[in-house]
């Protein structure tokens, strides 16, 4: 079993900042790839940024060159900064952790961005 807290999220004008955190409170799995999805409409969640253990991410074209994933491996954290923010990113964003055995998603944080 994963458990997964995220923090962050809120209200913003557009064109501010946000930061998301994520992270794993308890695993008895290899923690792999961890990201950042937007749920889009009941039951369909698409990709904000990944990152792997190795430290490489991917970006969802629409946020690319204003996000950035980053994760610290010995915290098991993967957090998000969201930079010069658009209404159009306003949703649910959820924190994803890959495991060897199975996929684990947080309970999500919404973000909410005013024109």
């Known amino acids: 079993q994963v458990q997964l807290v995220e923090s962050g999220g809120g209200l913003v004008q557009a064109g501010g900042s946000l930061r998301l955190s994520c992270a794993v409170t308890?695993?008895?799995?290899?923690?792999?790839?961890m990201g950042w999805y937007r749920q889009v409409v009941e039951n369909k969640r698409e990709l904000v940024a990944d990152?792997?253990?190795?430290?490489?991410?991917v970006y969802a074209e629409s946020v690319t060159g204003r996000f950035v994933i980053s994760r610290d491996n010995a915290k098991n954290t993967v957090d998000l900064q969201m930079n010069n923010l658009k209404p159009e990113d306003t949703g649910v964003y959820l924190c994803?952790?890959?495991?060897?055995?199975?996929?684990?998603w947080g309970r999500g944080t919404q973000v909410t961005v005013s024109s």
């Open positions: 994803k952790v890959q495991t060897g055995r199975a996929d684990y």
């Open positions: 990152i792997n253990t190795g430290g490489i991410p």
């Open positions: 308890r695993s008895d799995s290899r923690i792999d790839a």
